[in-house]
């Protein structure tokens, strides 16, 4: 049943229609539990709040597979403006982006324009910028084009994920550039041709991705709700004293805040994944996959209205 749901919503979360309808009556029926705004200042009192609670925050501007020029530009400008208002808050956050939302599909030249622009920003404010992975028929050009602008700015970083067979050769191809990398299960529809089918072994491969990178001495943001994968990594870096400022834990908002908070308290970085945006519907639906268990809250909500 959970795997007939998880592909259900995923299938939603490409519905353009859909899109278009979530967009014009804005976040409702549940989704402001995970979305923090329809703007970047509408989200600062929510990334404040968490900071005052020692959590730092990835701020994930929504929106992906735009079809203009316009829209791109529109993307890139929303994020420098929101990078340049980081540093001015001060806040305790950093920007995660996907590329899709900034001409990825269109052209080449457009992309690493728009990317150029924004790492320029954020290396003058001092903003760390996170590329978020998307399906992994982008994946390979996702790697290049984050292994070409590495070269140049420092201050950046990619997402990983586990249920693809090719992630660790990606992880060891990446080990010499010194990457903070996020390692995340993967939340597209994915084939058995590409991707683990069966959650044990997408869990397994998990663990094993974090430790590798752990191992080759890089930064490691360990995105996971698991309490079994959390524990597993915290009963590793302790018996091979991995120091605490080379890993911390990422979770998403609205879910878990009470482990959130709980894993501070034992002393660890944990960074909250902060989305905002009116291009809300996409990442909504892919939550609702990743944990059928959310649907309750959406319920909640709608009979709140």
């Not at 009192?45 to 529109?74: M, W, Y």
């Not at 878990?256 to 809300?280: I, S």
Request: hydrophobic share 40%; glycine share 6%; charged share 30%.
């Amino acid at each position: 049943m959970e795997k007939v749901l998880r592909d259900g919503f995923i299938y939603m979360s490409q519905n353009k229609t859909l899109n278009s309808l979530a967009k014009k009556y804005g976040l409702r029926f549940g989704a402001s539990r995970f979305v923090a705004g329809e703007d970047f200042k509408a989200s600062v009192p929510t990334i404040r709040e968490l900071n005052a609670k020692g959590l730092s925050v990835t701020v994930d501007h929504l929106g992906e597979f735009i079809k203009t020029v316009e829209e791109a530009n529109t993307n890139r400008d929303e994020i420098m403006r929101a990078i340049e208002i980081m540093a001015e808050e001060q806040l305790d956050a950093y920007m995660s982006l996907k590329l899709t939302s900034l001409g990825f599909d269109i052209s080449d030249e457009l992309i690493e324009d728009n990317m150029r622009q924004i790492l320029t920003v954020a290396q003058r404010v001092g903003v760390f910028v996170a590329i978020d992975m998307e399906d992994e028929q982008r994946c390979e050009k996702t790697l290049e084009l984050f292994k070409k602008l590495k070269s140049e700015f420092d201050g950046l970083g990619t997402v990983i994920q586990s249920y693809l067979y090719r992630s660790e050769d990606d992880i060891n191809h990446l080990a010499p550039l010194k990457p903070n990398l996020r390692i995340v299960k993967g939340a597209y529809k994915e084939p058995a041709t590409v991707a683990f089918p069966e959650k044990e072994d997408v869990d397994h491969n998990y663990v094993k991705l974090v430790k590798l990178h752990l191992a080759n001495g890089n930064y490691a943001s360990i995105a996971t709700h698991d309490d079994h994968m959390i524990d597993a990594i915290i009963e590793h870096v302790k018996e091979n004293n991995i120091p605490l400022d080379q890993f911390e834990f990422q979770m998403l908002y609205g879910i878990r805040v009470e482990r959130q908070l709980e894993l501070v308290r034992q002393g660890y970085k944990v960074r909250v994944y902060v989305p905002y945006g009116r291009d809300w519907y996409g990442y909504f639906m892919r939550r609702l996959a990743e944990r059928p268990a959310n649907v309750a809250f959406v319920l909640k909500g709608m009979v709140k209205k």
